[in-house]
């Protein structure tokens, strides 16, 4: 069955620092992977997508993320965190064969302090 | 271009009513994908909509039926509503035949609170 794994419930930074929100999945075939952030009382917003090829995917508001096969990873990064990055973050698979079933992880809720 | 919207924002139901969301997809796209978000929890899967048929369905009991008009719009019933259906109910909308490449764009979804 596939899966997604979000290991933690929060994350702190300090604005200007880098910060990692880590996500873990288990797939049968390959992996197509997403994140998506979350405002508070909003809908979720797309950042970036795994579906094949470069292991480091580039998305929206500076946000990258690195595909790690081996490690069944796929952690979400961003050089220099903001303030206004501070909301919840949602990593996804998609389950492919049942036509675009999306699984989510539990969420992350990250915290930039100034 | 409009992105997804969905109708009511808020919804306030008595246990035992039925109570029925829409959601419009974003232009272009063809299908319609919902799901329940309840309080703390990450999108859970309900079902998904794509030619005017249920494509697929999630874990979620047959109180939970939907439909999907000609113009790709869709709407979420639910009857005998349970405390337990209180949950912010997203509506996302991609494009089929893009798949597995699409993502996947969410409406700013509807709070139902069922007392």
């Known amino acids: 069955a596939q899966s997604v794994a979000q290991p933690e419930d929060q994350v702190n930074v300090a604005e200007g620092n880098p910060l990692t929100v880590k996500c873990t999945y288990s797939?049968?075939?390959?992996?197509?992977l997403f994140w998506y952030v979350q405002y508070p009382n909003r809908g979720l917003q797309f950042l970036l997508k795994y579906i094949t090829g470069d292991n480091l995917v580039k998305g929206s508001y500076g946000f990258e993320a690195e595909f790690n096969k081996s490690q069944t990873s796929f952690h979400l990064k961003k050089p220099s965190a903001l303030v206004s990055d501070s909301a919840l973050y949602f990593c996804a698979v998609l389950h492919y064969n049942q036509g675009g079933k999306l699984i989510f992880g539990q969420g992350t809720e990250l915290s930039v302090k100034p | 271009d409009a992105g997804v919207t969905q109708s009511p924002t808020h919804l306030i139901k008595t246990r035992g009513q039925q109570v029925t969301l829409r959601c419009s997809p974003k232009s272009g796209h063809d299908t319609v994908s919902w799901y329940q978000q309840a309080l703390g929890q990450g999108p859970q899967f309900i079902f998904q909509y794509y030619e005017e048929e249920e494509r697929q369905r999630g874990n979620f009991p047959d109180r939970f039926s939907g439909h999907q008009f000609p113009n790709y719009s869709s709407e979420l019933n639910v009857n005998a509503l349970l405390l337990g259906d209180s949950a912010l109910y997203l509506c996302?909308?991609?494009?089929?035949?893009?798949?597995?490449?699409?993502?996947?764009?969410f409406g700013p979804g509807t709070r139902l609170t069922v007392t």
């Open positions: 797939v049968s075939g390959n992996p197509y």
């Open positions: 996302a909308s991609s494009l089929m035949s893009a798949l597995p490449s699409y993502e996947q764009y």
